[in-house]
């Protein structure tokens, strides 16, 4: 495992960590079980305090890897940063809407972050070539030339130059489909066209 995925997967436990403890902190405050949430408050305090730290220290350095950050990722850090006063503010006065309202956001930001995992592959419109075969040009013209351009070339914030590759077509059309550090995942497409399109890499983009 790289350091980016160890990273990534402390932050996803110590998100699902955080939630867990608003969740139980919600119900009780919810079921005015005062004496309750504060015995259970105290005692998760410090394991709190870490896992907020490795919350924003994990998330940060996500997100300075990344090499173009998405919009929604950008709502889904702002949603974050306005829960966190909400849910002190709405803890320490006992107001239940206040609460209730940070941990609906909290749970609207890791949705948001669940569905980013998904990148979905664009169908290009030439998907055939006159005897049907797969059109791994336009695939990748569709998947890949946001970030490594038409020519391979482009380095979009990141993205590795495919023209000077030593990557065989199998290694290629592997990263397509299950992502390699920075580069997610490209869901959807079937194995015969990942296999199109690495076929086309290796054969138009590698060594020119
Ligand atoms: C959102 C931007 C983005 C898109 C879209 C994207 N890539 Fe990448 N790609 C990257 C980044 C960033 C890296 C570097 C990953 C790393 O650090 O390991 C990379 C690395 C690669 C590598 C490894 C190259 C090497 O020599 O090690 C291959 C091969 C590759 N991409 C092929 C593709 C193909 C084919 C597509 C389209 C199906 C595609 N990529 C779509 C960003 C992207």
Do not use: W
Not at 49 to 56: D, E, G, K, P
Not at 71 to 82: A, E, G, N, W
């Amino acid at each position: 495992m790289t350091t980016f995925e160890i990273i990534k997967k402390t932050h996803f436990v110590v998100v699902i960590i955080f939630f867990l403890i608003y969740l139980i902190k919600t119900i009780l405050l919810l079921a005015d079980k005062k004496d309750v949430l504060a015995s259970f408050t105290k005692k998760v305090k410090v394991l709190e305090m870490i896992v907020s730290f490795l919350f924003l220290a994990t998330g940060v350095y996500l997100m300075i890897q990344l090499p173009v950050i998405p919009p929604m990722l950008i709502i889904k850090i702002t949603v974050v940063f306005l829960s966190i006063p909400l849910a002190v503010v709405g803890f320490k006065k006992g107001n239940k809407g206040l609460a209730t309202l940070a941990f609906i956001l909290i749970l609207a930001a890791f949705g948001m972050g669940e569905m980013m995992k998904h990148q979905e592959a664009k169908k290009p419109e030439k998907a055939a070539n006159a005897d049907g075969t797969i059109n791994g040009q336009e695939f990748y013209k569709a998947n890949c030339a946001t970030c490594h351009g038409a020519d391979g070339k482009l380095k979009m914030a990141g993205a590795f130059d495919l023209s000077i590759t030593q990557l065989s077509n199998d290694s290629i059309s592997s990263i397509i489909q299950n992502g390699r550090n920075t580069m997610s995942k490209i869901n959807g497409l079937t194995p015969e066209q990942a296999k199109a399109i690495a076929e086309y890499v290796g054969k138009n983009i590698k060594g020119k």
